[in-house]
């Protein structure tokens, strides 16, 4: 391509060294710009070209071939819009779409609580493990027009006894996810002396054509001989987890985590009454829809 460059054209008329065309001045003796057939041949095929180029054969007298190529070329694999489940539901597939990509995250496991302690007593809990992922590409040919989503809750964190798991997630039957493990609970120790508290494993991806992403795990509770930190969640595909809690002696609950990673463990100092860990984090099915 290129612009006009006859003797006639009009210099610079866009900026410097950008030709435009003049009609002329008749009383000033100022020609109209000559055209060549090397600015008519040089238009034609960049038209040509880009129409060919999508598949398409020139029609003669045909006026919508330039606007029919464009939206070939560069319609198809355009993202149309991301649908999120934070619960669970159904999902209808859009007609606009050629294809989806699906990301399917299980429920986080919870931190480990802390029971009641003496006056020289302590007790740290442990993180719960991630939830897994799994990743498919799916053409949407190959889907019905509605599918069963089922996102799984997070585990919830208890005191007497350990809290429950992260539960798993669905997208219909095509892939699924495991939810995280809790996070122990501690027992207290008397202070000065040394324990760890054992940790939550990560869930795991299902049916994945793309990615299947086992979760963190959550990380060990400890006490030592002169500090104490609680265990931080395992971090999901999509989110850290509960931080730990690290502290010198004041009790503190854990903390929860997000989009399916695990919740912290709980800390207890001294003549502390039970404290809750952190609840895991919900699950999350992501579809991204493509044209």
Same mark, same amino acid.
């Given at each position: ?10 210099? /610079? ?40 180029? *999508?598949?398409?054969?020139?029609? &003669?007298? &045909? ?20 649908? /999120?489940?934070?619960?669970? %539901? ?21 931190? %480990? ?9 302590? *007790? ?32 919830? *964190? ?45 869930? /795991?991806?299902? %049916? ?73 984090? /919900? ?9």
């Amino acid at each position: 391509m290129h612009r006009i460059d006859t003797s006639t054209a009009q210099k /610079d008329k866009f900026g410097a060294g950008k030709n435009g065309f003049t009609g002329g001045n008749p009383q000033t003796g100022e020609l109209p710009t000559a055209l060549d057939q090397d600015f008519f041949d040089s238009v034609q095929e960049e038209l040509c070209n880009l129409i060919e180029q *999508a598949g398409l054969t020139l029609q &003669k007298g &045909k006026r919508t071939q330039l606007t029919e190529a464009i939206k070939s070329l560069f319609s198809s694999g355009r993202l149309l819009q991301i649908v /999120d489940f934070t619960a669970s %539901g159904t999902y209808p597939k859009n007609p606009k779409a050629s294809f989806i990509i699906v990301e399917v995250t299980a429920g986080g496991g919870p931190g %480990g609580s802390t029971p009641a302690t003496g006056s020289q007593q302590v *007790a740290a809990g442990a993180g719960g493990g991630a939830g897994g992922t799994a990743i498919s590409k799916l053409n949407n040919s190959d889907i019905p027009a509605t599918v069963d989503v089922t996102v799984g809750k997070g585990g919830v *964190a208890l005191t007497g006894t350990n809290g429950t798991p992260g539960a798993s997630s669905y997208f219909g039957s095509f892939l699924s996810a495991t939810g995280g493990s809790f996070g122990a609970n501690a027992t207290p120790v008397t202070q000065g002396e040394n324990q760890l508290t054992y940790n939550g494993g990560g869930g /795991d991806g299902t %049916g994945g054509n793309l990615e299947n992403i086992r979760g963190g795990c959550g990380v060990a509770g400890f006490v030592l001989k002169f500090g104490y930190e609680s265990g931080e969640g395992g971090r999901s595909h999509i989110s850290a987890g509960g931080p730990s809690i690290i502290t010198i002696g004041s009790t503190t609950a854990g903390i929860a985590g997000r989009r399916g990673s695990g919740g912290s463990g709980a800390f207890a100092g001294n003549n502390a009454v039970p404290t809750l860990g952190g609840n895991g984090g /919900d699950g999350l099915i992501r579809v991204w829809e493509f044209a």
